[in-house]
């Protein structure tokens, strides 16, 4: 077995109330990352058409989790998005935009009301060019009456503003005038924007709800926690809370597709062949590390040919309630970007609370990350709390869970001195939800950290250690690093 070495790094993350300046599109959605469905994986753009999209609206409101009494709408999934390729190639004669008639020949409005009678908003998406990707009718000079069209006339509460065939001068302003002409209906409705730009989590955060943070991304292990690790370089998390996202990229659990198929005229694939690209543990290592990264969860799948293994983790109550934690914090990676094994922590709702995942970023060997709290009094997985005593004697519980059922371990107890290991195999994820009323009780209204250190979470990574301290007194979430 192999272990890896891990520079020993000190992180104090301070958390208490999140009123960091985050200034949101003010329509009061979005409180959460969002949950949806969209059609561009799924589907591309030969396959889109109403009979497609009501199968999968069907799929989204069936009874099948929790043995037989919740379904994906339950867990969440609300809108469901139609990507490029559902507007006909021009406008009708009175300048309005149409769907095309043979994919969708009984019309917008219809399609949104079957949604809705399963409990399912529409979502469009639209470009601010005369094109979109595909070369279809966008809404370049006519933001105001499609805004109109697809909100009021036809019901859509979720719009994706899309850049393609326009000028990086005109981009700048179309969000703008978009985003006024969605508000203006007086309805309100999430706005993503995928500008493809650098740096948009910089300044649309008062334009939009979501934004496309990053590129396109592979469908490949590799691809999606080397995305992950770019954003967290560059220091997304800060510019992300409730109303404004980073979005990665889109999921496509158990899609079995290749991406280097037949293109439109973009390039963009619209008829992928189904071919496999992860295994279900890397499916599974996708899900749980874009919940604690809090991305807007986007079902890229098609769901008529998705296996229960797959809309069991799309549904995971344990993976979403992470997600949808009201506190709205993007995790952090606590260790370094460089390292093939990997701690990212995400501060929850409950004060003193954290989602932590363990990932394996190697293909072949397993990685062990231990954990010790200020000399381990006990330990142990799935949920069963532990008595220690800090070194003023007083006794406080922690609890330690291990969430997510398909990694979960046996129960193991540590005597006092001892540490406990998690081995993480390759590719895979172990998720935790770390309980500590001891940080409740005891915070330094300065919001330093004070004597909290006197009884940190500790990391050991091959070596180097972690330090993760909360203290639930100060207004702001910022870290502090320091070498040991």
């Not at 406008?91 to 043979?102: A, C, F, I, L, S």
Request: some cysteine; charged content about 20%; overall charge negative.
């Amino acid at each position: 077995m192999q272990y890896y070495l891990v520079r020993a790094v000190v992180l104090v993350v301070v958390v208490a109330s999140l009123c960091a300046c985050v200034c949101s599109e003010d329509n009061g959605l979005a409180l959460t990352p969002p949950l949806t469905w969209n059609s561009w994986y799924a589907l591309g753009c030969d396959a889109l058409n109403e009979d497609a999209v009501r199968a999968n609206a069907d799929m989204l409101a069936a009874k099948v989790l929790d043995g037989g009494s919740a379904s994906l709408v339950d867990r969440g999934y609300r809108v469901m998005v139609l990507d490029d390729c559902w507007m006909a190639y021009s406008r009708d004669k009175h300048g309005q935009m149409q769907p095309d008639p043979e994919k969708f020949p009984s019309g917008m409005k219809s399609l949104s009301s079957y949604l809705n009678a399963r409990g399912i908003q529409l979502g469009l998406y639209t470009t601010p060019g005369n094109y979109t990707c595909e070369k279809r009718a966008a809404s370049g000079g006519h933001e105001v009456e499609d805004a109109e069209q697809f909100i009021v006339n036809w019901g859509a509460r979720y719009v994706k503003y899309c850049v393609c065939n326009t000028t990086h001068e005109w981009r700048m302003r179309a969000y703008n005038i978009f985003s006024d002409a969605v508000n203006a209906t007086g309805i309100p409705t999430l706005l993503e924007c995928d500008p493809f730009m650098e740096d948009p989590w910089t300044w649309m955060g008062p334009i939009c709800n979501l934004w496309a943070a990053h590129n396109d991304i592979d469908d490949t292990f590799e691809a999606w926690l080397g995305a992950l690790i770019e954003l967290e370089e560059r220091g997304v998390a800060k510019f992300a809370g409730p109303g404004q996202w980073n979005l990665p990229d889109m999921l496509s659990l158990g899609m079995k597709r290749d991406r280097s198929v037949r293109r439109g005229p973009s390039g963009r694939v619209v008829s992928p062949r189904r071919v496999e690209s992860q295994s279900s543990v890397e499916y599974r290592s996708q899900m749980i590390m874009y919940a604690v990264v809090a991305s807007p969860l986007v079902i890229g799948t098609d769901l008529r040919s998705a296996s229960s293994e797959t809309i069991d983790l799309y549904g995971s109550k344990e993976i979403l309630d992470i997600s949808q934690d009201s506190l709205g914090v993007q995790g952090r990676l606590l260790n370094s970007s460089t390292s093939l094994a990997q701690v990212w922590a995400k501060p929850l709702a409950k004060a003193g609370t954290y989602a932590v995942a363990l990932i394996n970023g190697d293909a072949a060997a397993e990685a062990r990350i231990s954990f010790t709290y200020n000399g381990v009094c006990a330990f142990g997985y799935n949920n069963v709390s532990v008595a220690c005593v800090p070194s003023n004697g007083t006794e406080r519980v922690v609890s330690v869970r291990q969430l997510v059922a398909a990694t979960s371990g046996e129960a193991a107890m540590v005597a006092a001195g001892e540490e406990v290991s998690f081995v993480v195999k390759p590719h895979d994820t172990v998720l935790l939800l770390l309980e500590n009323p001891l940080f409740e009780a005891e915070s330094d209204e300065g919001g330093e950290s004070g004597g909290l250190l006197a009884s940190p979470w500790v990391w050991v990574v091959g070596g180097g250690a972690v330090v993760l301290v909360v203290a639930a007194a100060a207004a702001v979430y910022a870290f502090f690093i320091r070498k040991r």
